[in-house]
């Protein structure tokens, strides 16, 4: 028996279930991170949402509360400048807020009244999007989020 190759062999098995371990790994990972493509439904958890939104710019949504007959947000200023918050949608639906100046660094809080509900004890996910104007600068500028504003209905 000639055995020259059996060595050569034997290492190209062993890389290849390395990298086929390797993969198997990298997919779980990506799974079990919830990254869209890659987990089953492509939905965000209410802590990825959170995450996303507290640290948008130049404003940022802090918080927000949905309950069975109104809302709430919480708007930060993440930039240096005064901002006028003139607006915020939800779900393509403008809320009609009074003009609200938020400070470089202050935090407000905003209510939707009647115009943001859901379902007690049911799940919500909601697209938003911000109208604001930047003082002596910039006006007509909208912070249109990539990821909804989800979480449970209180």
């Given amino acids: ?7 050569a062999e034997e290492y190209l098995t ?17 799974v079990s991170a919830g990254l869209p493509g890659f987990s089953e439904s492509g939905e ?9 939104w507290g ?3 130049p404003l940022a ?17 993440n930039s240096g400048d005064k901002i006028r918050m003139t607006d915020i949608t939800v779900n393509n639906t403008a809320l009609g807020l009074a003009d609200a100046n938020v400070a470089a660094g202050e935090t407000i809080t905003t209510a939707a009244d009647p115009d943001v509900k859901c379902t007690p004890d049911q799940a919500y996910s909601y697209d938003i999007s911000i ?9 007509g ?9 989800v979480g449970t209905c209180q």
């Fill in 131 to 139: 109208s604001y104007d930047i003082a002596g600068e910039i006006s």
């Fill in 44 to 52: 965000i958890t209410e802590e990825q949402s959170r995450e996303y």
């Fill in 14 to 30: 062993i890389i290849a279930g390395i990298i086929v371990i390797s993969l198997a790994v990298v997919a779980i990972s990506l």
């Fill in 55 to 57: 640290n948008t710019q």
């Fill in 141 to 149: 500028e909208t912070l249109a989020g990539e990821k909804p504003i």
């Fill in 1 to 7: 028996m000639d055995k020259k190759g059996q060595g």
């Fill in 61 to 77: 949504l802090t918080g927000w509360r949905i309950t069975a007959s109104n809302g709430t947000f919480v708007v930060h200023n």
